[in-house]
């Protein structure tokens, strides 16, 4: 494969994954009614930091017309959300010249392959790390959990969903969508079919939303399942823009040459990053830090509650067998 042909093939690779995930991302954004959001940014730095003032409560007292006697006073204070960066990349991609001979007159088509390929991971990443992060901060504020492990069913029912909304109160109407693994997602369906009550009807409704119209994202996400006998699922009802990740339009790649071996050697590599927030929670810079791993992602006092209201965070949990 000649150099001229290394870049075409790089320019269709990059084309093909810019064009595709652009697609996927609109498509997500209205499919999750916004709840998670995947947008296009330029964040500099480890950090991204939002001040903003605090709801003061206790605004509104009582006053005694007739009487007399000092107050005791309220403070506005800043409330600051911070986003993490999170970086990504790709391992050495093996592109051995000799196999490569036979694209040479069309190194496009090799080139857009690949590129659709890496959009299909990058967005799968971007997602499956979003979600594990909303459930880890969400799983440290206990006020929000319906936990229905071990009862009678203990696997996802519409009745289970409506007990995790009612951790809304008032506001559950905000909880726009579920994020559910496939697993209790078909629960739900058995259960429905044969609800007494007929709060769920199976046949005659698209069976995409609940009975308050929030639709269902179904994912097998890692970050949604915990192993075990028996496993348990963590069922997010969320609020829009619960989850905000920002492309930071950074995306780098590489070809890499290399003589020595009984055969030249070729490889490619690419790097990106992207801002990661959660609705209501600060990353936490001094536990959580820079260029977080997973394991740092998914450790939930590494997320600190801002939000003086949990009607003002990413949504509630439900935990289902």
């Not at 969400?138 to 069913?153: E, F, K, M, N, R």
């Not at 609705?279 to 260029?291: L, Q």
Request: include cysteine; aromatic fraction near 10%; proline fraction near 3%.
């Amino acid at each position: 494969m000649a150099l001229s042909d290394l870049a075409v093939f790089s320019e269709y690779a990059y084309d093909a994954m810019t064009e595709t995930i652009a697609q996927q991302i609109d498509l997500f954004n209205v499919a999750s009614r916004n709840t998670i959001v995947l947008a296009a940014a330029a964040h500099q730095g480890d950090y991204s930091e939002r001040a903003f003032y605090a709801k003061i409560s206790g605004l509104v007292r009582r006053r005694d017309a007739y009487g007399s006697g000092s107050v005791a006073s309220k403070k506005l204070a800043h409330l600051v959300d911070t986003m993490v960066k999170v970086a990504g990349g790709t391992p050495p991609v093996e592109l051995d010249p000799g196999q490569f001979k036979w694209i040479q007159q069309n190194p496009e088509v090799a080139g857009a392959a690949m590129g659709q390929q890496l959009a299909r991971d990058m967005l799968a990443d971007m997602l499956n790390v979003g979600i594990t992060s909303c459930y880890s901060a969400l799983s440290g504020v206990s006020a929000v959990i319906y936990d229905a492990t071990g009862q009678t069913p203990d696997t996802l029912s519409p009745l289970h969903l409506n007990k995790g909304a009612q951790k809304f109160g008032d506001r559950s109407s905000d909880i726009a969508a579920w994020i559910v693994h496939s697993t209790p997602m078909h629960d739900f369906y058995s259960n429905g079919i044969t609800n007494a009550a007929q709060l769920f009807t199976y046949g005659t409704v698209n069976v995409i939303a609940d009975p308050f119209g929030r639709v269902f994202v179904v994912t097998d996400s890692p970050g949604l399942i915990t192993a075990g006998s028996p496993a348990v699922y963590h069922n997010l009802g969320l609020v829009s823009e619960a989850i905000r990740i920002d492309q930071n339009g950074d995306f780098t790649d590489n070809y890499e040459t290399k003589n020595g071996d009984e055969n030249i050697q070729r490889t490619y590599q690419a790097e990106w990053s992207y801002q990661l927030g959660i609705k209501g929670f600060a990353w936490d810079k001094t536990n959580g830090g820079k260029s977080p791993n997973d394991a740092a992602l998914a450790t939930a006092t590494n997320w600190d509650k801002y939000a003086t209201s949990n009607k003002d965070i990413a949504g509630v949990v439900v935990e289902t067998n």
